[in-house]
Protein backbone atom coordinates (compact mmCIF):
# COMPACT_ATOMS: atom_id res chain seq x y z
CA UNK A 1 0.00 0.00 0.00
CA UNK A 2 1.55 3.48 -0.94
CA UNK A 3 0.90 6.37 1.57
CA UNK A 4 -1.22 8.78 0.79
CA UNK A 5 0.60 11.98 0.40
CA UNK A 6 -2.16 14.21 0.59
CA UNK A 7 -0.93 13.14 4.82
CA UNK A 8 2.58 13.65 4.47
CA UNK A 9 2.61 17.07 6.13
CA UNK A 10 1.36 15.26 9.14
CA UNK A 11 4.76 14.03 9.54
CA UNK A 12 7.08 17.13 9.10
CA UNK A 13 6.80 18.36 12.57
CA UNK A 14 8.22 14.93 13.90
CA UNK A 15 10.75 14.90 10.99
CA UNK A 16 11.80 18.79 12.16
CA UNK A 17 12.27 17.33 15.70
CA UNK A 18 14.16 14.19 14.55
CA UNK A 19 16.38 16.21 12.13
CA UNK A 20 16.93 19.00 14.91
CA UNK A 21 17.51 16.62 17.87
CA UNK A 22 18.40 13.31 16.38
CA UNK A 23 20.36 13.52 13.32
CA UNK A 24 21.99 16.80 13.16
CA UNK A 25 23.78 15.93 16.82
CA UNK A 26 24.55 12.31 15.20
CA UNK A 27 26.06 14.49 12.78
CA UNK A 28 28.36 16.21 15.00
CA UNK A 29 29.14 13.37 17.04
CA UNK A 30 30.23 11.52 14.02
CA UNK A 31 32.44 14.62 12.99
CA UNK A 32 34.13 15.09 16.66
CA UNK A 33 34.97 10.99 16.82
CA UNK A 34 37.71 12.06 13.51
CA UNK A 35 39.12 14.77 15.32
CA UNK A 36 42.76 14.78 16.96
CA UNK A 37 42.57 15.04 20.43
CA UNK A 38 45.51 16.70 22.51
CA UNK A 39 45.50 15.60 26.03
CA UNK A 40 45.07 17.80 28.55
CA UNK A 41 42.20 19.96 26.59
CA UNK A 42 38.44 20.07 26.87
CA UNK A 43 37.17 18.10 23.67
CA UNK A 44 39.35 18.87 20.65
CA UNK A 45 39.90 22.19 18.90
CA UNK A 46 37.47 23.36 15.94
CA UNK A 47 41.22 23.14 13.64
CA UNK A 48 41.65 19.93 14.98
CA UNK A 49 43.39 17.64 11.94
CA UNK A 50 40.95 14.55 11.34
CA UNK A 51 41.93 11.29 12.00
CA UNK A 52 41.35 7.56 12.14
CA UNK A 53 43.14 7.23 15.83
CA UNK A 54 40.08 6.94 17.95
CA UNK A 55 38.75 4.05 16.42
CA UNK A 56 42.19 2.35 15.84
CA UNK A 57 42.38 2.58 19.51
CA UNK A 58 39.52 0.79 20.05
CA UNK A 59 40.67 -2.43 18.48
CA UNK A 60 42.07 -3.89 21.62
CA UNK A 61 41.35 -7.20 23.33
CA UNK A 62 40.03 -5.27 27.02
CA UNK A 63 37.85 -3.11 24.62
CA UNK A 64 36.29 -6.03 22.80
CA UNK A 65 35.72 -7.71 25.94
CA UNK A 66 33.73 -4.35 27.35
CA UNK A 67 31.62 -4.97 23.98
CA UNK A 68 31.45 -8.46 24.85
CA UNK A 69 30.71 -8.00 28.31
CA UNK A 70 28.00 -5.61 28.20
CA UNK A 71 26.48 -7.38 25.20
CA UNK A 72 26.14 -10.92 27.12
CA UNK A 73 24.48 -9.35 30.53
CA UNK A 74 22.39 -7.52 27.94
CA UNK A 75 21.04 -10.23 26.52
CA UNK A 76 20.57 -12.69 29.03
CA UNK A 77 19.06 -10.28 31.18
CA UNK A 78 16.46 -9.73 27.97
CA UNK A 79 16.11 -12.95 27.84
CA UNK A 80 15.21 -13.74 31.43
CA UNK A 81 13.00 -10.55 31.44
CA UNK A 82 10.74 -12.24 28.84
CA UNK A 83 10.89 -15.76 30.76
CA UNK A 84 9.50 -13.71 33.43
CA UNK A 85 7.01 -11.45 31.23
CA UNK A 86 5.16 -14.16 28.76
CA UNK A 87 3.74 -15.73 31.92
CA UNK A 88 2.99 -12.86 33.16
CA UNK A 89 1.54 -11.43 30.79
CA UNK A 90 -0.59 -14.70 29.37
CA UNK A 91 -1.83 -14.88 33.01
CA UNK A 92 -3.02 -10.97 32.81
CA UNK A 93 -5.20 -11.30 29.28
CA UNK A 94 -6.35 -14.72 29.72
CA UNK A 95 -6.87 -15.46 33.53
CA UNK A 96 -7.23 -11.95 35.35
CA UNK A 97 -10.86 -9.79 35.72
CA UNK A 98 -11.18 -6.78 33.38
CA UNK A 99 -11.30 -4.87 36.37
CA UNK A 100 -8.16 -6.12 38.29
CA UNK A 101 -6.06 -6.03 34.30
CA UNK A 102 -6.35 -2.85 34.43
CA UNK A 103 -5.30 -2.12 37.70
CA UNK A 104 -2.49 -4.23 37.04
CA UNK A 105 -1.46 -2.37 33.67
CA UNK A 106 -1.68 0.73 35.95
CA UNK A 107 0.56 -1.12 38.59
CA UNK A 108 3.11 -1.73 35.57
CA UNK A 109 2.85 1.52 34.25
CA UNK A 110 3.68 3.22 37.80
CA UNK A 111 6.45 0.99 37.83
CA UNK A 112 8.44 2.29 34.95
CA UNK A 113 7.92 5.56 35.79
CA UNK A 114 9.81 4.99 39.48
CA UNK A 115 13.05 6.79 39.25
CA UNK A 116 16.01 4.66 38.45
CA UNK A 117 18.01 5.91 40.88
CA UNK A 118 15.49 5.36 43.56
CA UNK A 119 15.12 1.65 42.34
CA UNK A 120 18.70 1.03 41.65
CA UNK A 121 19.85 2.10 45.22
CA UNK A 122 16.87 0.25 46.94
CA UNK A 123 18.21 -2.72 45.63
CA UNK A 124 22.19 -1.86 46.73
CA UNK A 125 20.75 -1.48 50.15
CA UNK A 126 18.72 -4.84 49.86
CA UNK A 127 21.35 -6.76 48.17
CA UNK A 128 24.14 -4.91 48.11
CA UNK A 129 27.21 -5.85 50.50
CA UNK A 130 26.69 -4.10 53.15
CA UNK A 131 22.57 -4.91 53.48
CA UNK A 132 20.66 -6.89 55.37
CA UNK A 133 20.73 -9.87 53.34
CA UNK A 134 24.66 -10.03 53.47
CA UNK A 135 24.59 -12.92 56.46
CA UNK A 136 22.23 -15.14 54.62
CA UNK A 137 24.70 -14.63 51.32
CA UNK A 138 27.80 -15.33 53.12
CA UNK A 139 25.70 -17.90 54.81
CA UNK A 140 25.41 -19.66 51.27
CA UNK A 141 28.66 -19.21 50.53
CA UNK A 142 28.36 -16.14 48.42
CA UNK A 143 30.80 -13.01 48.46
CA UNK A 144 28.46 -10.39 48.01
CA UNK A 145 32.00 -8.80 46.68
CA UNK A 146 32.12 -11.27 43.99
CA UNK A 147 32.42 -10.96 40.62
CA UNK A 148 29.68 -12.92 39.83
CA UNK A 149 27.50 -11.92 42.45
CA UNK A 150 27.64 -7.60 41.43
CA UNK A 151 26.90 -8.85 37.27
CA UNK A 152 23.59 -10.75 38.64
CA UNK A 153 22.60 -7.76 41.09
CA UNK A 154 23.33 -5.66 37.68
CA UNK A 155 20.84 -8.01 35.79
CA UNK A 156 18.02 -7.37 38.34
CA UNK A 157 18.24 -3.80 38.46
CA UNK A 158 17.84 -3.94 34.84
CA UNK A 159 14.80 -6.52 35.08
CA UNK A 160 13.07 -3.85 37.34
CA UNK A 161 12.50 -2.08 33.89
CA UNK A 162 12.86 -4.95 31.37
CA UNK A 163 9.84 -7.09 33.18
CA UNK A 164 6.93 -3.98 32.93
CA UNK A 165 8.34 -2.91 29.29
CA UNK A 166 8.39 -6.35 28.07
CA UNK A 167 5.06 -7.43 30.22
CA UNK A 168 3.41 -4.50 28.74
CA UNK A 169 4.22 -4.76 25.20
CA UNK A 170 3.13 -8.36 25.53
CA UNK A 171 0.06 -7.83 26.54
CA UNK A 172 -1.37 -6.95 23.17
CA UNK A 173 0.68 -9.89 21.45
CA UNK A 174 -1.40 -12.62 23.72
CA UNK A 175 -4.67 -10.60 23.05
CA UNK A 176 -4.31 -11.41 19.57
CA UNK A 177 -3.16 -14.95 20.06
CA UNK A 178 -6.87 -16.79 18.95
CA UNK A 179 -7.48 -18.44 22.53
CA UNK A 180 -9.39 -21.72 20.59
CA UNK A 181 -6.47 -22.81 18.76
CA UNK A 182 -5.26 -23.70 22.56
CA UNK A 183 -8.37 -24.88 23.46
CA UNK A 184 -8.26 -26.91 20.52
CA UNK A 185 -4.80 -28.62 21.18
CA UNK A 186 -5.64 -29.61 24.61
CA UNK A 187 -8.88 -31.41 23.15
CA UNK A 188 -7.46 -32.87 21.18
CA UNK A 189 -4.59 -34.32 23.57
CA UNK A 190 -1.89 -31.76 23.83
CA UNK A 191 -0.71 -31.62 27.39
CA UNK A 192 -1.29 -27.70 28.43
CA UNK A 193 3.05 -26.98 28.26
CA UNK A 194 2.98 -28.62 24.91
CA UNK A 195 0.17 -26.47 23.80
CA UNK A 196 2.03 -23.61 24.83
CA UNK A 197 5.08 -24.73 23.14
CA UNK A 198 3.49 -25.12 20.04
CA UNK A 199 0.31 -22.71 19.41
CA UNK A 200 1.21 -19.59 22.14
CA UNK A 201 4.39 -19.72 21.88
CA UNK A 202 4.93 -19.62 18.28
CA UNK A 203 2.26 -17.17 17.33
CA UNK A 204 3.48 -15.02 19.89
CA UNK A 205 7.23 -14.78 18.47
CA UNK A 206 6.70 -11.25 16.63
CA UNK A 207 5.85 -10.16 20.07
CA UNK A 208 8.47 -11.71 21.54
CA UNK A 209 11.22 -10.12 19.44
CA UNK A 210 10.20 -6.32 19.83
CA UNK A 211 9.51 -6.87 23.77
CA UNK A 212 13.36 -8.45 23.52
CA UNK A 213 14.64 -5.32 21.00
CA UNK A 214 13.24 -2.77 23.14
CA UNK A 215 14.92 -4.99 26.52
CA UNK A 216 18.80 -5.53 24.84
CA UNK A 217 18.05 -1.82 23.73
CA UNK A 218 18.08 -0.31 26.84
CA UNK A 219 20.12 -2.49 28.46
CA UNK A 220 23.19 -2.05 26.35
CA UNK A 221 22.78 1.71 26.77
CA UNK A 222 22.26 1.67 30.24
CA UNK A 223 24.08 3.96 32.40
CA UNK A 224 22.49 4.75 36.07
CA UNK A 225 22.65 0.78 37.04
CA UNK A 226 26.04 -0.33 35.97
CA UNK A 227 27.41 2.75 37.63
CA UNK A 228 25.41 2.35 40.90
CA UNK A 229 25.08 -1.65 40.99
CA UNK A 230 28.65 -2.20 39.11
CA UNK A 231 30.83 -1.02 41.99
CA UNK A 232 33.19 0.34 39.57
CA UNK A 233 34.09 -3.18 38.31
CA UNK A 234 31.48 -4.00 36.00
CA UNK A 235 31.13 -1.58 33.25
CA UNK A 236 29.48 -1.19 30.36
CA UNK A 237 30.04 1.02 27.65
CA UNK A 238 28.04 3.89 28.30
CA UNK A 239 30.51 4.01 31.36
CA UNK A 240 33.18 3.96 29.21
CA UNK A 241 31.53 6.78 27.05
CA UNK A 242 30.29 8.94 30.39
CA UNK A 243 34.21 8.60 31.48
CA UNK A 244 35.58 9.91 28.18
CA UNK A 245 33.22 12.92 27.94
CA UNK A 246 32.51 14.25 31.54
CA UNK A 247 36.23 12.66 33.21
CA UNK A 248 38.56 12.97 30.35
CA UNK A 249 36.97 15.57 28.36
CA UNK A 250 38.60 13.72 25.77
CA UNK A 251 35.21 13.85 23.05
CA UNK A 252 36.75 12.52 20.16
CA UNK A 253 37.16 8.92 22.01
CA UNK A 254 33.70 9.39 23.59
CA UNK A 255 32.48 10.04 20.46
CA UNK A 256 33.72 7.29 18.71
CA UNK A 257 33.04 4.72 20.99
CA UNK A 258 28.94 5.93 21.27
CA UNK A 259 29.33 5.45 17.24
CA UNK A 260 30.49 2.20 17.52
CA UNK A 261 28.07 1.48 19.81
CA UNK A 262 25.25 2.59 17.83
CA UNK A 263 25.99 0.94 14.88
CA UNK A 264 26.38 -2.38 16.63
CA UNK A 265 23.50 -1.96 18.38
CA UNK A 266 21.69 -1.29 15.15
CA UNK A 267 23.31 -4.61 13.31
CA UNK A 268 22.08 -6.93 15.69
CA UNK A 269 18.95 -5.45 16.06
CA UNK A 270 18.60 -5.60 12.12
CA UNK A 271 20.02 -8.92 12.26
CA UNK A 272 17.82 -10.59 15.35
CA UNK A 273 14.59 -8.95 12.94
CA UNK A 274 15.43 -10.38 9.92
CA UNK A 275 16.03 -14.05 11.26
CA UNK A 276 12.99 -13.75 13.50
CA UNK A 277 10.99 -12.42 10.43
CA UNK A 278 12.39 -15.30 8.27
CA UNK A 279 11.94 -18.16 10.43
CA UNK A 280 7.90 -16.79 11.62
CA UNK A 281 6.37 -15.76 9.08
CA UNK A 282 3.19 -13.60 9.88
CA UNK B 1 -29.51 27.87 29.99
CA UNK B 2 -26.88 30.48 30.63
CA UNK B 3 -25.22 32.21 28.43
CA UNK B 4 -21.20 33.23 28.76
CA UNK B 5 -20.61 36.39 26.43
CA UNK B 6 -17.88 38.06 25.31
CA UNK B 7 -18.01 40.81 27.63
CA UNK B 8 -18.64 38.08 30.48
CA UNK B 9 -15.26 36.73 29.81
CA UNK B 10 -13.50 39.86 29.66
CA UNK B 11 -14.44 41.31 32.69
CA UNK B 12 -14.09 38.14 34.28
CA UNK B 13 -10.24 37.71 32.85
CA UNK B 14 -9.96 41.33 34.13
CA UNK B 15 -11.21 40.65 37.23
CA UNK B 16 -8.65 37.72 37.39
CA UNK B 17 -5.22 40.01 36.11
CA UNK B 18 -6.39 42.37 38.92
CA UNK B 19 -6.27 39.69 41.82
CA UNK B 20 -3.11 38.41 40.56
CA UNK B 21 -1.20 41.54 40.08
CA UNK B 22 -2.81 43.10 43.04
CA UNK B 23 -2.87 40.57 45.14
CA UNK B 24 0.88 39.32 44.05
CA UNK B 25 2.18 42.77 44.89
CA UNK B 26 1.51 42.18 49.08
CA UNK B 27 4.02 39.51 48.88
CA UNK B 28 6.30 41.51 46.94
CA UNK B 29 8.94 42.68 49.49
CA UNK B 30 11.64 45.18 49.37
CA UNK B 31 14.29 44.55 46.74
CA UNK B 32 17.82 43.06 48.34
CA UNK B 33 20.97 44.50 48.27
CA UNK B 34 22.63 41.65 47.88
CA UNK B 35 24.23 40.78 44.45
CA UNK B 36 23.13 37.17 42.94
CA UNK B 37 26.27 35.32 42.16
CA UNK B 38 25.84 31.56 40.66
CA UNK B 39 28.87 29.36 42.22
CA UNK B 40 29.71 25.46 41.67
CA UNK B 41 30.04 23.76 44.48
CA UNK B 42 31.11 20.57 46.00
CA UNK B 43 28.43 18.55 48.21
CA UNK B 44 28.64 17.93 51.88
CA UNK B 45 30.14 18.80 54.35
CA UNK B 46 32.00 21.64 51.35
CA UNK B 47 28.93 23.55 50.58
CA UNK B 48 27.55 23.49 54.40
CA UNK B 49 30.86 25.22 55.03
CA UNK B 50 29.91 27.55 52.29
CA UNK B 51 26.98 28.69 53.08
CA UNK B 52 28.04 28.93 56.58
CA UNK B 53 30.80 31.79 55.01
CA UNK B 54 27.50 33.32 52.72
CA UNK B 55 25.71 33.80 56.44
CA UNK B 56 28.84 36.04 57.64
CA UNK B 57 28.79 38.36 54.83
CA UNK B 58 25.46 40.67 53.31
CA UNK B 59 26.59 41.98 49.85
CA UNK B 60 26.54 38.68 47.93
CA UNK B 61 24.19 36.01 47.28
CA UNK B 62 24.72 32.88 46.16
CA UNK B 63 22.88 31.13 43.81
CA UNK B 64 24.96 27.29 44.73
CA UNK B 65 24.84 24.88 41.90
CA UNK B 66 26.87 21.39 43.15
CA UNK B 67 29.47 19.20 41.05
CA UNK B 68 27.95 16.47 39.87
CA UNK B 69 30.77 13.39 39.49
CA UNK B 70 34.54 14.41 39.61
CA UNK B 71 35.74 17.92 39.10
CA UNK B 72 36.26 17.74 35.25
CA UNK B 73 32.58 16.43 35.16
CA UNK B 74 31.56 20.36 34.57
CA UNK B 75 34.24 21.59 31.85
CA UNK B 76 32.10 20.33 28.79
CA UNK B 77 28.82 22.01 30.22
CA UNK B 78 31.34 25.06 30.45
CA UNK B 79 32.40 24.29 26.96
CA UNK B 80 29.01 23.79 25.42
CA UNK B 81 27.77 27.00 26.47
CA UNK B 82 30.42 29.49 26.20
CA UNK B 83 30.67 32.42 26.48
CA UNK B 84 27.44 32.08 27.68
CA UNK B 85 28.04 29.58 30.84
CA UNK B 86 26.36 30.70 33.56
CA UNK B 87 28.80 30.28 36.73
CA UNK B 88 30.60 33.10 38.18
CA UNK B 89 33.19 31.04 40.20
CA UNK B 90 33.66 27.28 40.05
CA UNK B 91 35.35 25.41 43.03
CA UNK B 92 37.99 22.50 42.30
CA UNK B 93 41.79 22.17 42.01
CA UNK B 94 44.89 22.18 39.69
CA UNK B 95 43.46 19.27 37.70
CA UNK B 96 40.70 21.14 36.97
CA UNK B 97 42.07 24.71 36.57
CA UNK B 98 44.88 23.29 34.02
CA UNK B 99 41.68 22.75 32.11
CA UNK B 100 40.05 26.18 32.27
CA UNK B 101 43.54 27.70 32.13
CA UNK B 102 43.91 26.47 28.73
CA UNK B 103 40.32 27.38 27.39
CA UNK B 104 41.09 30.98 28.42
CA UNK B 105 37.76 30.93 30.80
CA UNK B 106 39.20 32.75 33.88
CA UNK B 107 40.29 36.08 34.72
CA UNK B 108 43.55 36.47 36.65
CA UNK B 109 43.63 37.47 40.22
CA UNK B 110 45.80 39.76 41.65
CA UNK B 111 46.01 41.42 45.82
CA UNK B 112 44.59 44.51 44.34
CA UNK B 113 41.54 42.29 43.28
CA UNK B 114 41.96 39.51 45.92
CA UNK B 115 43.45 41.18 49.09
CA UNK B 116 43.63 38.27 51.26
CA UNK B 117 45.67 36.41 48.61
CA UNK B 118 48.45 38.12 50.49
CA UNK B 119 48.43 35.62 53.12
CA UNK B 120 47.88 32.75 51.50
CA UNK B 121 51.82 31.44 50.15
CA UNK B 122 52.44 32.41 46.73
CA UNK B 123 54.28 29.42 45.45
CA UNK B 124 50.72 27.06 45.87
CA UNK B 125 48.80 29.56 43.24
CA UNK B 126 48.41 28.50 40.01
CA UNK B 127 49.53 29.79 37.16
CA UNK B 128 49.53 30.27 33.27
CA UNK B 129 51.85 30.28 31.13
CA UNK B 130 52.85 34.15 31.89
CA UNK B 131 52.63 33.51 35.41
CA UNK B 132 49.42 35.57 36.22
CA UNK B 133 47.61 34.03 39.64
CA UNK B 134 44.73 32.28 37.61
CA UNK B 135 43.12 30.63 40.48
CA UNK B 136 42.36 31.70 44.22
CA UNK B 137 43.16 28.70 46.70
CA UNK B 138 40.92 28.38 49.95
CA UNK B 139 42.60 25.18 51.53
CA UNK B 140 45.29 22.19 51.25
CA UNK B 141 43.90 18.27 51.80
CA UNK B 142 45.51 14.87 51.22
CA UNK B 143 45.01 12.00 49.17
CA UNK B 144 46.58 9.33 51.40
CA UNK B 145 46.11 5.52 52.46
CA UNK B 146 43.19 5.20 55.12
CA UNK B 147 41.64 2.51 56.99
CA UNK B 148 38.81 2.25 59.48
CA UNK B 149 40.63 0.36 62.67
CA UNK B 150 37.40 -1.06 64.37
CA UNK B 151 36.72 -3.14 61.27
CA UNK B 152 39.70 -4.09 59.70
CA UNK B 153 41.22 -7.82 60.14
CA UNK B 154 44.72 -6.10 59.49
CA UNK B 155 46.98 -3.63 60.44
CA UNK B 156 47.97 -1.55 57.54
CA UNK B 157 51.37 -0.53 57.97
CA UNK B 158 52.34 -0.58 54.33
CA UNK B 159 51.54 -0.76 50.70
CA UNK B 160 52.10 -4.56 51.08
CA UNK B 161 49.73 -4.96 53.28
CA UNK B 162 47.15 -4.29 50.94
CA UNK B 163 48.18 -7.65 49.27
CA UNK B 164 47.02 -9.62 52.44
CA UNK B 165 44.52 -12.20 51.70
CA UNK B 166 42.38 -11.27 54.97
CA UNK B 167 41.52 -8.06 53.06
CA UNK B 168 39.47 -10.03 50.04
CA UNK B 169 37.07 -8.07 48.68
CA UNK B 170 37.94 -5.71 51.24
CA UNK B 171 39.45 -2.74 49.85
CA UNK B 172 37.96 0.42 47.99
CA UNK B 173 40.18 1.58 45.66
CA UNK B 174 39.72 5.19 43.15
CA UNK B 175 38.60 4.38 39.99
CA UNK B 176 40.52 5.74 36.41
CA UNK B 177 38.77 9.18 37.10
CA UNK B 178 39.77 9.63 40.97
CA UNK B 179 42.46 11.74 42.96
CA UNK B 180 44.36 12.63 39.15
CA UNK B 181 45.45 8.68 39.19
CA UNK B 182 47.60 9.18 42.06
CA UNK B 183 47.23 5.58 43.61
CA UNK B 184 48.85 4.50 40.45
CA UNK B 185 51.82 6.99 41.09
CA UNK B 186 51.53 5.76 45.26
CA UNK B 187 52.24 2.47 43.86
CA UNK B 188 55.32 3.43 41.07
CA UNK B 189 57.06 5.08 44.03
CA UNK B 190 56.81 1.35 46.12
CA UNK B 191 58.08 -0.16 43.37
CA UNK B 192 60.94 2.41 42.17
CA UNK B 193 59.11 4.37 40.05
CA UNK B 194 57.81 7.96 39.72
CA UNK B 195 54.78 9.70 37.98
CA UNK B 196 57.25 10.05 34.89
CA UNK B 197 57.51 6.11 34.91
CA UNK B 198 54.83 4.61 36.15
CA UNK B 199 55.37 1.60 34.71
CA UNK B 200 56.21 -0.26 37.98
CA UNK B 201 53.25 0.90 39.51
CA UNK B 202 50.79 -0.49 36.75
CA UNK B 203 52.49 -4.01 37.28
CA UNK B 204 51.72 -3.65 41.39
CA UNK B 205 48.39 -2.58 40.10
CA UNK B 206 47.71 -5.66 38.59
CA UNK B 207 49.02 -7.59 41.03
CA UNK B 208 46.74 -6.02 43.49
CA UNK B 209 43.56 -6.31 40.99
CA UNK B 210 44.29 -10.12 40.55
CA UNK B 211 44.65 -10.88 44.29
CA UNK B 212 40.38 -9.89 44.41
CA UNK B 213 40.98 -7.86 47.23
CA UNK B 214 39.54 -4.28 45.69
CA UNK B 215 35.47 -4.83 46.56
CA UNK B 216 35.01 -1.31 44.89
CA UNK B 217 36.33 0.67 42.58
CA UNK B 218 34.66 4.39 43.55
CA UNK B 219 34.04 6.42 40.93
CA UNK B 220 32.03 9.36 42.98
CA UNK B 221 32.99 10.52 46.40
CA UNK B 222 29.94 9.06 47.80
CA UNK B 223 31.22 5.90 46.98
CA UNK B 224 33.92 5.76 49.24
CA UNK B 225 31.94 7.51 51.66
CA UNK B 226 29.34 4.90 51.93
CA UNK B 227 31.51 1.85 51.44
CA UNK B 228 33.67 2.37 54.36
CA UNK B 229 30.97 3.72 56.70
CA UNK B 230 28.89 0.37 55.73
CA UNK B 231 32.00 -1.53 56.19
CA UNK B 232 31.83 -3.26 52.84
CA UNK B 233 35.24 -2.20 52.61
CA UNK B 234 37.79 -1.20 55.30
CA UNK B 235 40.36 1.12 53.83
CA UNK B 236 42.07 1.90 50.93
CA UNK B 237 43.05 5.31 49.11
CA UNK B 238 41.35 8.11 49.67
CA UNK B 239 40.96 12.17 49.03
CA UNK B 240 40.40 13.95 52.41
CA UNK B 241 36.87 15.32 52.06
CA UNK B 242 35.61 11.39 51.56
CA UNK B 243 37.00 10.70 54.87
CA UNK B 244 35.96 14.07 56.78
CA UNK B 245 32.14 12.79 57.07
CA UNK B 246 33.49 9.06 58.19
CA UNK B 247 35.85 9.62 60.64
CA UNK B 248 33.10 11.58 62.75
CA UNK B 249 31.76 8.55 63.25
CA UNK B 250 34.57 5.18 63.22
CA UNK B 251 37.74 5.09 64.16
CA UNK B 252 39.71 6.15 60.69
CA UNK B 253 43.06 5.78 61.00
CA UNK B 254 44.37 8.24 58.13
CA UNK B 255 48.34 6.60 57.40
CA UNK B 256 49.60 10.50 56.23
CA UNK B 257 52.70 10.20 58.59
CA UNK B 258 53.94 6.08 57.67
CA UNK B 259 56.94 5.71 55.68
CA UNK B 260 56.71 3.91 52.37
CA UNK B 261 52.79 5.18 52.35
CA UNK B 262 53.18 8.35 49.96
CA UNK B 263 51.17 11.67 50.83
CA UNK B 264 49.54 13.87 48.18
CA UNK B 265 48.24 17.64 48.76
CA UNK B 266 45.86 19.27 46.94
CA UNK B 267 45.00 22.80 47.04
CA UNK B 268 41.13 23.48 46.65
CA UNK B 269 40.19 26.92 45.20
CA UNK B 270 38.16 28.85 42.93
CA UNK B 271 37.90 29.84 39.37
CA UNK B 272 36.50 33.01 38.37
CA UNK B 273 35.15 33.22 35.28
CA UNK B 274 35.75 36.56 32.81
CA UNK B 275 32.32 36.59 31.15
CA UNK B 276 30.03 37.26 33.78
CA UNK B 277 28.72 40.41 34.64
CA UNK B 278 28.84 40.43 38.03
CA UNK B 279 33.07 39.70 38.21
CA UNK B 280 33.41 42.25 41.62
CA UNK B 281 30.62 40.57 43.40
CA UNK B 282 32.33 37.41 43.15
CA UNK B 283 35.92 38.48 43.72
CA UNK B 284 34.36 40.23 46.56
CA UNK B 285 32.88 36.71 48.09
CA UNK B 286 36.35 35.05 47.54
CA UNK B 287 38.42 37.28 49.07
CA UNK B 288 35.83 37.07 51.54
CA UNK B 289 35.75 33.25 51.93
CA UNK B 290 39.53 32.59 52.02
CA UNK B 291 39.52 35.38 55.18
CA UNK B 292 41.34 34.43 58.13
CA UNK B 293 38.36 34.07 60.22
CA UNK B 294 36.16 32.17 56.97
CA UNK B 295 39.50 30.08 56.54
CA UNK B 296 39.51 28.81 59.97
CA UNK B 297 35.51 28.41 59.80
CA UNK B 298 36.04 26.58 56.13
CA UNK B 299 38.77 24.16 57.64
CA UNK B 300 36.65 23.29 60.81
CA UNK B 301 33.25 22.01 58.66
CA UNK B 302 35.07 21.76 55.10
CA UNK B 303 37.88 19.15 56.80
CA UNK B 304 40.50 20.45 54.92
CA UNK B 305 43.39 22.89 56.06
CA UNK B 306 43.21 26.74 55.89
CA UNK B 307 46.20 28.36 53.31
CA UNK B 308 46.07 31.54 55.01
CA UNK B 309 48.52 31.59 57.19
CA UNK B 310 46.61 33.70 59.57
CA UNK B 311 43.34 31.17 60.00
CA UNK B 312 43.92 28.89 62.51
CA UNK B 313 43.76 24.63 62.10
CA UNK B 314 41.70 22.48 63.90
CA UNK B 315 42.99 20.09 65.66
CA UNK B 316 40.74 17.40 63.35
CA UNK B 317 43.29 18.06 60.80
CA UNK B 318 46.38 17.85 62.62
CA UNK B 319 47.43 15.18 60.55
CA UNK B 320 47.92 17.16 57.45
CA UNK B 321 50.21 19.66 59.57
CA UNK B 322 53.50 18.52 58.49
CA UNK B 323 56.74 20.04 60.06
CA UNK B 324 59.43 20.62 57.57
CA UNK B 325 61.27 17.35 58.10
CA UNK B 326 57.71 15.38 58.05
CA UNK B 327 57.05 17.29 54.12
CA UNK B 328 60.43 15.83 52.85
CA UNK B 329 59.84 12.31 54.35
CA UNK B 330 55.95 11.77 53.55
CA UNK B 331 54.49 14.18 51.25
CA UNK B 332 56.06 13.78 47.79
CA UNK B 333 55.01 16.11 44.99
CA UNK B 334 54.61 15.08 41.65
CA UNK B 335 54.92 16.97 38.36
CA UNK B 336 50.89 18.29 38.36
CA UNK B 337 51.81 18.86 34.55
CA UNK B 338 52.94 15.27 33.79
CA UNK B 339 49.91 13.83 35.85
CA UNK B 340 47.58 16.06 34.16
CA UNK B 341 49.07 15.50 30.84
CA UNK B 342 48.95 11.59 31.21
CA UNK B 343 45.25 11.67 32.70
CA UNK B 344 43.17 10.18 29.32
CA UNK B 345 46.53 7.75 28.44
CA UNK B 346 46.22 5.98 32.55
CA UNK B 347 42.37 6.27 31.61
CA UNK B 348 43.14 4.13 28.38
CA UNK B 349 45.87 2.01 30.24
CA UNK B 350 43.26 1.56 33.30
CA UNK B 351 40.32 0.20 31.17
CA UNK B 352 42.94 -1.70 28.74
CA UNK B 353 45.14 -3.33 31.65
CA UNK B 354 43.37 -3.16 35.12
CA UNK B 355 39.37 -3.58 34.30
CA UNK B 356 39.61 -6.70 32.96
CA UNK B 357 40.87 -8.05 35.79
CA UNK B 358 38.48 -6.75 38.39
Known amino acids: MKPDRSSLPLLFPAAAVFLGFFFLPLAGLLVESFRLYTPGSIGSSADAPLTLGNYTELKTPAFAEFFFETMRISFLTSIAGLVFALPLAHWMTRRLPSRWRVIAVGFFVTLMFLSVLVRTYALELTFGAAGPLRPILLSLGISPNGRGYIEVLVGAGLLHYIVPMATLTLLGTIQNVDPRLFDAAQSLGAPGWKAHLTITLPLSMRGLLAAFLFAFTFSISAFVIPMILGKGRVLFISNLIYNRFSETANYPSGAAISIVLFVVALAIVYVISRQVNKRWQP | ?358
Open chain 2, 1 to 358: MTQITRRQTLKGAAATVGVTLFGGLGSIRPASAATEVTAVEWGGDVVNAMKKIEENQDKVQINWVLHQGGSGAILPKIKATWPNAEYDYVAGWEGSFNGMIKEDWLVPVTVDTVPNLADIPQKIIVKNANGDWMAVPRAIGGIYFAYRKDISPIELKSIDDLFDPSLKGKICWPGPTQSMMLQIVALALHAGGNEHNTDPGWALMKKLAETGNIGRVGVTDTDFTTSLTSGETVGGFYSEPQLTAVAKSFPVERLTKNEGLPVFLYQSGFAIFKNRPNLEATLQFVNHSISPEMSSVYAEIAGEAPLNVKAKTPDSLKHLAFTPEEMDKYVYVPDFNEVLNQQDAWTKRWENEIAPLL
